[in-house]
């Protein structure tokens, strides 16, 4: 075998590694090759003095490294001897050897510079995710377009510098006139599906719509007269406040915050709802913190998301 | 027939880059080693399954990445370049479809190839590993598939992937975060095409091509299982350990050898 202490058998030297003679040639070559490629530029009596370099270096070079398949004997292998293993194996007091070392540093090291890269990256990945989530509010118009008593269809940009095909909201508003004290009251309601997140349609005739410009973006305006609210994809049905009537949706839908501006109608923060009491102006509901379409707000099934991000 | 003087000079010139590639990484040698291992006489067309799903997947990587070359995954170009991709460019049509379907393809051998190995008993010991991997296989792949059908960023695709987030989204407790997470926000938004993009085509795609290859080594390690009807009962490793118990299952299968060529040996620990 190849480890076996004796030189092997000269029939059997192929099964040594095959290590090159040392020798100056491939520096040589290298040199004039580079003396050349200098020459070409600067001038031609270097370029000459290098190509000589070169094919003398060369022919050297493969002299060498044909030897042995020419068949001559090759040069003297490298002398090496390791045989200090042998007095590491001998008893003495417990000691901390190099190699038990060098390990810990290595995969202590290693782990650093893993979780001085990874968690970063990982971070990046992660984080932007959950940081940020705040809604901007949005400008939908002068109130003298939201008539009292009158549902009205608004699509919008909810982030005023992204491209509208991601951004586009939709939101049913109602004027509903004024509260009991005297504050004018709207019923803003979320066109997304509380079931998986579908668009849900106003149920009834929808008037040709108009264009408003407001400094978020443009806001198209369209009168309508729903009986309710249906959405196309799994067929979940909601009256005009948004409570669930029929189908998968486990929630009513979701309402919008809102506020008046020097007489413009501006949309706040969007909030989950459970369920609404009343109609109207006279509407109650408990206000919960926006969760996605599916999830429960109140009851047991609550239960299952006790962490919104 | 013996080998002329001439003969033996060509195979020696010819066999110069074999072996100079074999010395410096034994490649030849695990090439053929791969080619030429044994498997049960008895494999049939069933057994190509797994074969056929490998096929299937670099077609996925090869037409992935042509495409990769003209399609833009941000949500105002997106659209647009597939339409380029099917209708202008040369041949891109062929390509996307290949793409298309062969997800399709992909998935219905990931299943087929399931279904063989479920009925032949190949998920056994010493396998059940192997059917662990290919279970994370078949839940990458699907992640690809959900991936992938946002990137067209037309209606199908986009409201396909409100609805398959917001499924995510009522898995218990961390099911807010998971839809957030492949969102990247509360809303899809802008970031969200170029998200499913990276994990599309680079993190799940990787992840993949780490599993097959992990799985593919199994199958080589443990050899392929014999169909459930096969005479080669009692099989065992003659020459490698002895004549000690083969390890059952591996090339022949062992459910009841004793390592000596009997069979049918009663059992005495129970």
């Given at each position: 075998?190849?480890?076996?202490?004796?030189?092997?058998?000269?029939?059997?030297?192929?099964?040594?590694?095959?290590?090159?003679?040392?020798?100056?040639?491939?520096?040589?070559?290298?040199?004039?090759?580079?003396?050349?490629?200098?020459?070409?530029?600067?001038?031609?009596?270097?370029?000459?003095?290098?190509?000589?370099?070169?094919?003398?270096?060369?022919?050297?070079?493969?002299?060498?490294?044909?030897?042995?398949?020419?068949?001559?004997?090759?040069?003297?292998?490298?002398?090496?001897?390791?045989?200090?293993?042998?007095?590491?194996?001998?008893?003495?007091?417990?000691?901390?050897?190099?190699?038990?070392?060098?390990?810990?540093?290595?995969?202590?090291?290693?782990?650093?510079?893993?979780?001085?890269?990874?968690?970063?990256?990982?971070?990046?990945?992660?984080?932007?995710?959950?940081?940020?989530?705040?809604?901007?509010?949005?400008?939908?118009?002068?109130?003298?377009?939201?008539?009292?008593?009158?549902?009205?269809?608004?699509?919008?940009?909810?982030?005023?510098?992204?491209?509208?095909?991601?951004?586009?909201?939709?939101?049913?508003?109602?004027?509903?006139?004024?509260?009991?004290?005297?504050?004018?009251?709207?019923?803003?309601?979320?066109?997304?599906?509380?079931?998986?997140?579908?668009?849900?349609?106003?149920?009834?005739?929808?008037?040709?719509?108009?264009?408003?410009?407001?400094?978020?973006?443009?806001?198209?305006?369209?009168?309508?007269?729903?009986?309710?609210?249906?959405?196309?994809?799994?067929?979940?049905?909601?009256?005009?406040?948004?409570?669930?009537?029929?189908?998968?949706?486990?929630?009513?839908?979701?309402?919008?915050?809102?506020?008046?501006?020097?007489?413009?109608?501006?949309?706040?923060?969007?909030?989950?709802?459970?369920?609404?009491?009343?109609?109207?102006?006279?509407?109650?509901?408990?206000?919960?913190?926006?969760?996605?379409?599916?999830?429960?707000?109140?009851?047991?099934?609550?239960?299952?998301?006790?962490?919104?991000? | 027939?013996?080998?002329?003087?001439?003969?033996?000079?060509?195979?020696?010139?010819?066999?110069?880059?074999?072996?100079?590639?074999?010395?410096?990484?034994?490649?030849?040698g695990?090439?053929k080693y791969f080619l030429f291992r044994k498997v049960p006489a008895e494999t049939n067309?069933f057994h190509?399954?797994g074969?056929?799903?490998?096929?299937?997947?670099?077609?996925?990587?090869?037409?992935?990445?042509?495409?990769?070359?003209?399609?833009?995954?941000?949500?105002?170009?997106?659209?647009?370049?597939?339409?380029?991709?099917?209708?202008?460019?040369?041949?891109?049509?062929?390509?996307?479809?290949?793409?298309?379907?062969?997800?399709?393809?992909?998935?219905?051998?990931?299943?087929?190839?399931?279904?063989r190995v479920f009925l032949f008993g190949a998920y056994k010991y010493p396998r059940e590993l192997n059917w662990l991997l290919g279970?994370?296989?078949?839940?990458?792949?699907?992640?690809?598939?959900?991936?992938?059908?946002?990137?067209?960023?037309?209606?199908?695709?986009?409201?396909?992937?409100?609805?398959?987030?917001?499924?995510?989204?009522?898995?218990?407790?961390?099911?807010?975060?998971?839809?957030?997470?492949?969102?990247?926000?509360?809303?899809?938004?802008?970031?969200?095409?170029?998200?499913?993009?990276?994990?599309?085509?680079?993190?799940?795609?990787?992840?993949?091509?780490?599993?097959?290859?992990l799985h593919l080594y199994l199958v080589i390690r443990l050899g392929v299982t014999p169909p459930p009807w096969t005479e080669q009962a009692g099989g065992y490793e003659p020459t490698e350990n002895g004549g000690k118990p083969a390890r059952a299952g591996l090339v022949n299968p062992t459910p009841r050898g004793n390592g000596n060529g009997e069979v049918g040996r009663e059992r005495v620990d129970r």
């Open positions: 075998m190849a480890d076996e202490p004796e030189r092997p058998e000269p029939g059997r030297e192929e099964h040594e590694p095959h290590v090159p003679a040392s020798t100056i040639g491939p520096f040589a070559f290298a040199l004039g090759i580079a003396l050349v490629l200098l020459g070409l530029i600067v001038s031609w009596p270097v370029a000459a003095v290098g190509g000589g370099i070169a094919v003398i270096a060369g022919f050297l070079w493969m002299r060498d490294a044909t030897r042995e398949l020419r068949g001559l004997p090759e040069g003297p292998p490298p002398s090496r001897t390791i045989d200090e293993d042998e007095a590491d194996e001998e008893e003495g007091p417990a000691r901390y050897p190099r190699n038990v070392f060098l390990e810990g540093a290595t995969l202590g090291i290693g782990a650093a510079i893993g979780v001085v890269v990874t968690l970063p990256a990982l971070g990046f990945m992660v984080l932007p995710a959950f940081t940020g989530q705040e809604y901007d509010p949005v400008d939908l118009g002068p109130l003298d377009n939201f008539p009292a008593d009158q549902w009205v269809i608004a699509k919008f940009k909810s982030v005023s510098d992204e491209p509208p095909d991601v951004s586009r909201r939709t939101v049913f508003a109602r004027n509903n006139g004024e509260t009991q004290d005297g504050q004018p009251s709207f019923t803003l309601i979320s066109n997304r599906c509380v079931h998986l997140g579908c668009p849900v349609q106003p149920q009834g005739l929808t008037e040709e719509g108009r264009t408003i410009d407001t400094e978020g973006g443009p806001v198209e305006l369209l009168n309508t007269a729903p009986n309710g609210f249906g959405c196309p994809c799994h067929g979940g049905a909601y009256d005009t406040e948004g409570n669930r009537t029929a189908g998968p949706p486990v929630r009513a839908l979701d309402r919008y915050e809102y506020s008046i501006v020097e007489g413009r109608l501006v949309l706040g923060t969007p909030f989950s709802v459970a369920e609404v009491q009343g109609t109207g102006a006279d509407a109650v509901m408990e206000a919960y913190k926006v969760v996605d379409p599916g999830q429960h707000v109140d009851g047991l099934e609550a239960y299952f998301y006790p962490y919104v991000p | 027939m013996p080998k002329t003087k001439r003969r033996q000079q060509v195979e020696d010139v010819a066999m110069v880059p074999l072996d100079w590639l074999e010395e410096r990484s034994g490649l030849v695990a090439t067309w190509t399954l074969s056929a799903t490998l096929t299937a997947f670099i077609v996925q990587l090869v037409t992935g990445v042509i495409l990769a070359m003209y399609y833009k995954p941000d949500p105002e170009n997106a659209y647009a370049s597939i339409e380029r991709i099917t209708n202008d460019l040369t041949l891109g049509w062929l390509v996307r479809g290949m793409h298309r379907w062969g997800a399709s393809v992909f998935i219905i051998l990931l299943f087929l190839h399931m279904g279970v994370f296989i078949l839940l990458l792949a699907m992640l690809e598939g959900f991936t992938g059908y946002l990137l067209p960023w037309d209606q199908t695709a986009y409201w396909a992937t409100v609805v398959g987030i917001n499924i995510n989204a009522n898995a218990p407790i961390a099911g807010p975060f998971i839809a957030d997470f492949l969102r990247s926000g509360t809303e899809i938004g802008v970031d969200t095409l170029a998200r499913f993009y990276s994990l599309h085509m680079l993190l799940i795609p990787g992840a993949l091509i780490g599993l097959i290859t």
